[in-house]
Nanobody
Framework: VQLQESGPGLVKPSQTLSLTCTVS??????????WSWIRQPPGKGLEWMGA???????VYSPSLNLRISISRDTSNNQFTLQLSSVTPEDTAVYYC???????WGQGTQVTVSS
């Protein structure tokens, strides 16, 4: 299973950050698998942001619940992160991940700056 993040590397404050994870070698609809977004701000630890299940149901970190949305495109085997009203504190390396088997994308740097 391979995961690859894609999206803009620079986002302006107050805008919406949008990243896509393209999955190959396995279907995002395969039963019992959950697909997550995780980020690591500079100098800090990993932060789990949320996940979308094989069924399409979602679960989010309470700290981001009002700003985060995770959706999927099953025809392209992709799932997408949207984070609204970003601030410089959202600057981080963003990773997508399949919890089972601990598969990770290589990560993508997103900087929030005007």
């Amino acid at each position: 299973v391979q995961l690859q993040e894609s999206g803009p590397g620079l986002v302006k404050p107050s805008q919406t950050l949008s990243l896509t994870c393209t999955v190959s070698g396995g279907s995002i609809t395969t039963s019992t698998y959950y697909w997550s977004w995780i980020r690591q701000p500079p100098g800090k630890g990993l932060e789990w942001m949320g996940a979308i299940a094989y069924s399409g149901s979602t679960v989010y970190s309470p700290s981001l619940n009002l700003r985060i949305s995770i959706s999927r495109d099953t025809s392209n085997n992709q799932f997408t992160l949207q984070l609204s009203s970003v601030t410089p504190e959202d600057t981080a390396v963003y990773y997508c991940n399949r919890i089972a088997g601990n598969y990770w994308g290589q990560g993508t740097q997103v900087t929030v700056s005007s």
